[in-house]
């Protein structure tokens, strides 16, 4: 089952089979004599759990160390350094660095940024401004000669490659 990708798979499975299902590469298995909602229950779990993990890269599970300009980005250790010395992050600046790290190269909006990164509904706030800002200071990055995070004015940011 599981070759190529790292898309979750959800099995509806005949009661007593769950566990040769999740052997052969499934990740969630239910028995099918289980109540709709357990089911509905057990998706909605695999799937924030993959949007947050796994959504933007599929390579990133046989990765666990990425190289970018300097930046040596360990999320299993959740440790970053740059140019050998390692550097501190809030929550919301590290979970925005991995996305950068993973995408070089994507533009993303502040409404994207607060929906698919952080996970919080966008109200227009200065926050994703004053985050980036944090960032490119942490990085020894500024906006007038980016290194790593390039302002695309009307659009958002983008990390370079």
């Known amino acids: 089952m599981r070759k190529v990708s790292y898309t979750p798979i959800?099995?509806?499975?005949?009661?007593?089979?769950?566990?040769?299902?999740?052997a052969t590469g499934a990740d969630?298995?239910?028995?099918?004599?289980?109540?709709?909602?357990?089911?509905?229950?057990?998706?909605?779990?695999?799937?924030?759990?993959?949007?947050?993990?796994?959504?933007?890269?599929?390579?990133?599970?046989?990765?666990?160390?990425?190289y970018r300009k300097g930046i040596v980005f360990d999320h299993l250790r959740h440790r970053v350094t740059l140019d050998g010395?390692?550097?501190?992050?809030t929550p919301k600046e590290y979970k925005l660095?991995?996305?950068?790290?993973?995408?070089?190269?994507?533009?993303?909006?502040?409404?994207?940024i607060c929906d698919r990164i952080w996970g919080v509904e966008f109200d227009g706030n200065r926050d994703v401004t004053t985050v980036?800002?944090?960032?490119?200071?942490?990085?020894?990055?500024?906006?007038e000669k980016p290194i790593y995070i390039k302002t695309v004015h009307g659009f958002g940011y983008q990390f370079l490659l």
Request: proline share 6%; glycine share 2%.
């Open 85 to 89: 010395e390692e550097v501190h992050f």
């Open 97 to 112: 660095l991995h996305y950068f790290v993973r995408n070089p190269g994507i533009v993303i909006s502040p409404e994207q």
């Open 10 to 22: 959800l099995l509806l499975a005949p009661p007593g089979t769950e566990d040769e299902l999740i």
């Open 132 to 143: 980036v800002a944090e960032l490119r200071r942490k990085l020894k990055d500024t906006r």
């Open 28 to 66: 969630q298995c239910v028995s099918a004599d289980v109540a709709y909602k357990t089911v509905l229950s057990a998706a909605f779990s695999l799937l924030r759990r993959y949007l947050f993990y796994d959504h933007y890269d599929e390579v990133w599970p046989l990765d666990t160390v990425i």
